[in-house]
């Protein structure tokens, strides 16, 4: 998902990545500001990355979330890549 993909996407609020999607760049939701709920498909976090050295969630209001299969939340919560986001993330 490329930066500002959701630019001007100010009623989203919820969206379901599926395990196709290998990448969400730095300000990826920048501009879907309702978004609070962002659906994980992938049960492998390497399957799906996000910038752990920028910022996936810029422009995203704090309450928003990621959401995970919660069989893989550990994974997640440990994986290079997610790990900077662990306090965002519900398994499900």
Same mark, same amino acid.
């Given at each position: 998902? =490329? +930066?500002? =993909?959701? +630019?001007?996407?100010? #009623?989203?609020?919820? %969206?379901? *990545?599926? $395990?196709? /999607?290998?990448?969400? =760049?730095? #300000? =990826?939701?920048?501009? +879907? $500001? @309702?978004?609070? !709920?962002?659906? /994980?498909? +992938? @049960?492998?976090? $390497? %399957?799906? !990355? *996000?910038? @752990?050295? #920028?910022?996936?969630?810029?422009? %995203?209001?704090?309450? @928003?979330?990621f959401y995970v299969p919660a069989g893989s939340l550990s994974v997640y919560e440990n994986n290079y890549f997610w790990n900077p986001f662990a306090r965002y993330? /519900?398994?499900?």
């Open positions: 998902i =490329a +930066a500002n =993909a959701f +630019a001007g996407g100010s #009623g989203i609020t919820e %969206l379901y *990545v599926t $395990d196709n /999607i290998s990448w969400i =760049a730095n #300000g =990826a939701f920048r501009g +879907a $500001d @309702s978004l609070t !709920k962002i659906h /994980i498909l +992938a @049960s492998d976090p $390497d %399957l799906t !990355k *996000v910038d @752990s050295i #920028g910022n996936p969630r810029e422009g %995203l209001p704090e309450e @928003s979330r993330l /519900i398994g499900e």
